[in-house]
């Protein structure tokens, strides 16, 4: 288990782009992950210097991961078991405890711009399916035809071919596939990804977007869109964004149990009660946890072999990244 521990910062933003079991192999690859992080966070952190709220800097450096192809949400997103992307967003303000998300969305480029217009411009929480994507035509949302690049096909094949091979009595009911990869399956590509923040204000605020998990079943719906699971933030608490096995952090609902370990802890011991809970429960190689307390303190910790994370706070404007298991501070 690895946690960080953050100085108190006036305003910030702590990103992760995903917690995983196998460690970042190629060079290449290490590169394309900084890389994203590096630009995701100074989109968000420029915002925060131009007196931006929180949820404005969560949404835009999320909107850039989604972009980047490099992890598994927007561009990046995975495939179902019926070699589809259906996507999940969701994004939390800590000022009046409002939030949006969006589940099973297809077609729209950023899920988490659709689930903060599910927030501010109609009276629900969550939105999925078809009514995610009528929402997205009503607000005049590009809607594109997702067409999975050869990379992505050629997991799909590889996935699928081993599933098929371990679970030959079940291939009708191939969610029963869903934990193959916690011991050998290929788990190169990366998964959610999120963003917690405090503003100059002082206010909070959470967001997170991910393709869910490879091979899952049409209609699954992950942590991500559900509210107290895979996100929270609340100005007298502070904010969580969770990542990993979905139905686990859902079972735990991990970041409102962060969240309320903030009122007499920091963002760092938070984050690890919450990961020590995960993994109480359901076992290693589960889950990782960004967390920002009402004092600007940032926490991460997670029981994978690594969690992509990058941090940035107005107490010294550096940018630290960290991508390997045991590396407990930035470099």
Same mark, same amino acid.
């Given at each position: 288990? *690895? ?15 995903? #917690? ?79 939030? /949006? ?5 297809? /077609? ?88 917690? #923040? ?47 096995? /979905? ?46 307390? *009402? ?37």
């Amino acid at each position: 288990m *690895t946690q960080s521990k953050f100085n108190n910062s006036s305003f910030g933003i702590l990103i992760h782009g995903g #917690a995983k079991t196998k460690k970042i192999g190629k060079v290449t690859e290490k590169e394309e992950i900084k890389k994203s992080l590096k630009t995701s966070i100074e989109i968000g952190f420029d915002l925060l210097k131009k007196g931006k709220s929180a949820v404005d800097t969560v949404e835009a450096s999320v909107v850039y991961m989604e972009d980047s192809g490099v992890f598994n949400a927007g561009t990046g997103s995975c495939l179902t078991i019926d070699q589809d992307v259906e996507m999940d967003a969701a994004i939390m303000d800590g000022r009046d405890i409002s939030a /949006g998300s969006v589940g099973m969305v297809r /077609g729209v480029r950023n899920p988490i711009k659709l689930a903060r217009q599910v927030m501010e411009q109609t009276d629900h929480v969550m939105i999925v399916s078809e009514g995610a994507l009528k929402v997205a035509k009503l607000l005049n949302m590009d809607i594109e035809k997702y067409e999975p690049n050869q990379k992505l096909l050629n997991k799909f094949n590889n996935l699928k071919k081993s599933v098929n091979n371990k679970w030959r009595k079940n291939n009708d009911l191939l969610i029963k596939s869903l934990d193959y990869r916690h011991d050998d399956g290929d788990d190169s590509d990366h998964g959610t990804v999120g963003a917690v #923040a405090i503003d100059k204000e002082g206010n909070v605020a959470s967001g997170v977007s991910t393709g869910g998990r490879w091979l899952k079943m049409h209609g699954r719906i992950g942590d991500s869109a559900v509210i107290g699971s895979g996100f929270y933030a609340d100005n007298k608490l502070g904010a969580a964004c969770a990542t990993g096995n /979905g139905e686990f952090i859902m079972r735990s609902c991990l970041c409102k149990y962060a969240c309320d370990q903030m009122q007499t802890n920091s963002a760092l011991i938070s984050s690890k009660k919450s990961i020590a809970l995960l993994t109480k429960r359901f076992g290693k190689n589960t889950g990782g946890l960004i967390t920002v307390d *009402t004092k600007g303190r940032f926490g991460i910790s997670y029981n994978t072999n690594y969690m992509p994370v990058a941090l940035i706070n107005s107490k010294d404007e550096k940018i630290n990244i960290a991508l390997e298991y045991n590396q407990t501070s930035f470099k």
